[in-house]
């Protein structure tokens, strides 16, 4: 099993910063890829940014060139510095950890979400 449990989050204005982390911990060997996820109200969960194993990054449309993801030195924690921020950024954000579980599928493990909420 992996635990993740975020930190960071809160208000903020538009146009305002904000940093989220997330620390792995139990059996995160073979762990390929951590991601961060979002959830507004009445919304389906989405795909934020991904950091693989090898530092490889991927963002969504809605947010690349305003936020980063990032991994610690010791791999087992990922970042994601949100700037620019926009009221249709708020939602829950969710970290999430994915291990190749056989050659055509993988165990997902989530955090337990954090809200961001952007507003005047």
């Known amino acids: 099993q992996v635990q993740l449990v975020e930190s960071g989050g809160g208000l903020v204005q538009p146009g305002g910063s904000l940093g989220l982390s997330c620390a792995a911990s139990?059996?995160?060997?073979?762990?390929?890829?951590m991601a961060w996820y979002r959830q507004a109200p009445g919304k389906e969960r989405e795909l934020v940014a991904t950091?693989?194993?090898?530092?490889?990054?991927d963002y969504s449309d809605s947010v690349k060139g305003r936020f980063t993801i990032s991994r610690g030195d010791a791999k087992n924690t990922v970042y994601l510095q949100m700037n620019n921020l926009k009221p249709e950024d708020t939602a829950v954000y969710y970290c999430?950890?994915?291990?190749?579980?056989?050659?055509?599928?993988?165990?997902?493990?989530w955090g337990q979400g954090t809200q961001v909420t952007v507003s005047s």
């Open positions: 999430n950890a994915r291990r190749p579980y056989s050659s055509t599928s993988f165990l997902h493990y």
């Open positions: 139990g059996s995160t060997f073979n762990i390929n890829r």
């Open positions: 950091i693989t194993s090898a530092d490889n990054t």
